[in-house]
């Protein structure tokens, strides 16, 4: 629990600040009857901002969306089509009689993709991923902020691409805080309700950019630090911050306090309930972060801040699904030193290939790395002029945070274990 000492610190410190963050995520908009949630939760609010994800599965239907562009797949609009239909049945059911407030700039985003995948089928897969899955968070924030002002909230509906100015790593941008800050402070400014995007930004070429996977908690995040934010909520279909996922554990408790460094020991492991950008910013201005459920929002959830005291943790699983053991070795059995990794690093820098863990012997080298990468053949075909290689599929990776014996027997009785690393209070492990 915090101390006494450390609870009048917070007090004290958002006393001073007003503004608010809430970030909500694609489960907390999936269905046109969640968003009464987002409206009971922010109905009384003032100064604050929402960061609003994709509604529910839309990034993933967006990026088959580009896959079928690139492949230049005969079903490309029929999948651009589907997934217009079911945006226009969401707004027409959760807006009902107001869905003409939004019907133009609905039409004008699916005119926007429509052009997108008829002109830039040859585009590069980076460049046209950003310009296509930014749609998504365009659709959702549109929708919510319709239906809050229907609701009598009012609002000022933002796009996020006029303010958050990025680099060119496309699919993985960073903030370029010092041309982003004084934007976001001269738009997010009074005491009024803003909606917006997360997860997208613009880069200084006027493209759009991306800020990986489950960004938008890296937008509201950079939105706290810049307008020096009272905390940031990000709202979930969860009690808070667990010991592990419910969805694939039955014995998940929820984790009532985290301090920033362990909260980036979690993320940094891959715990998937925050983006691992989240925390330095607001670390950096010691802004709160609550992480509580959007459907019990009275309930306490978990809260991450600065603390001058260690936690007693109970073990913490995170798992990897989908996972490929890639096992490289010199074709003339020499030693594998330092020129050898140096060189596989610098391929997988050059295919995008993102490593979990690494482990070394004296003539070989593996490394477990994300199954659906669409780079890896590539990948391996580049290895195979050099190295002998050898990788297995289907993979589950498993992290433990705190692990005890018991814990180890939990995550790998009855498993065959391919890869282990243990350390003072971390232990990992690739499993089949």
């Not at 012997?361 to 075909?381: E, M, Q, T």
Request: include cysteine; charge should be positive; charged fraction near 25%.
């Amino acid at each position: 629990m915090l101390t006494q000492r450390r609870k009048k610190s917070i007090l004290k410190l958002t006393k001073t600040r007003k503004m608010k963050i809430y970030k909500f995520g694609g489960a907390s908009i999936k269905t046109p009857e969640a968003l009464k949630n987002i409206l009971n939760i922010v109905s009384n609010e003032t100064s604050l901002v929402i960061v609003v994800s994709a509604i529910d599965k839309t990034t993933n239907h967006l990026e088959a969306l580009v896959n079928s562009c690139i492949a230049c797949d005969e079903n490309t609009e029929n999948t651009l089509q589907k997934i217009k239909d079911f945006h226009l049945h969401f707004a027409k059911d959760a807006l009902q009689n107001n869905f003409h407030l939004i019907e133009e700039s609905f039409n004008a985003i699916f005119n926007s993709l429509k052009n997108l995948i008829n002109k830039t089928r040859k585009s590069s897969y980076d460049i046209l991923y950003d310009k296509v899955v930014s749609h998504g968070e365009l659709l959702s924030s549109l929708i919510l902020s319709a239906y809050l002002y229907a609701n009598n909230v009012n609002n000022n509906l933002i796009d996020i691409r006029d303010v958050i100015v990025t680099d060119s790593n496309y699919r993985d941008a960073k903030i370029l805080w010092k041309e982003s800050s004084q934007p976001v402070k001269e738009v997010f400014n009074g005491n009024s309700i803003f909606v917006t995007q997360g997860f997208i930004g613009r880069n200084k070429k006027g493209l759009n950019t991306t800020l990986g996977r489950e960004g938008s908690d890296y937008t509201a995040s950079a939105l706290a630090f810049l307008l020096d934010a009272k905390d940031v909520t990000i709202w979930k279909d969860v009690p808070g911050i667990m010991n592990a996922d419910p969805n694939w554990c039955s014995f998940a408790e929820k984790i009532e306090y985290l301090s920033f460094r362990e909260a980036i020991e979690l993320a940094f492991y891959g715990a998937k309930i925050i983006h691992p950008k989240t925390i330095k910013p607001i670390e950096n201005k010691n802004i709160p972060l609550y992480v509580k459920p959007f459907n019990a929002p009275k309930e306490k959830g978990t809260t991450i801040t600065k603390l001058d005291y260690s936690l007693d943790l109970m073990p913490v699983y995170i798992l990897k699904e989908n996972q490929t053991l890639l096992s490289v070795s010199p074709k003339d059995f020499s030693f594998f030193v330092e020129e050898n990794i140096s060189k596989l690093f610098a391929l997988f820098t050059k295919y995008r290939i993102k490593v979990n863990i690494t482990q070394n012997s004296a003539i070989s080298f593996s490394a477990s790395i994300d199954g659906n990468n669409r780079n890896f053949g590539d990948l391996v075909k580049d290895l195979k002029k050099e190295y002998i290689v050898r990788y297995n599929t289907g993979l589950d990776f498993v992290t433990i945070r705190y692990y005890n014996n018991d814990s180890i027997k939990k995550m790998t009785e009855d498993r065959k274990i391919l890869l282990e690393q243990r350390s003072r209070k971390t232990a990992r492990f690739v499993l089949s």
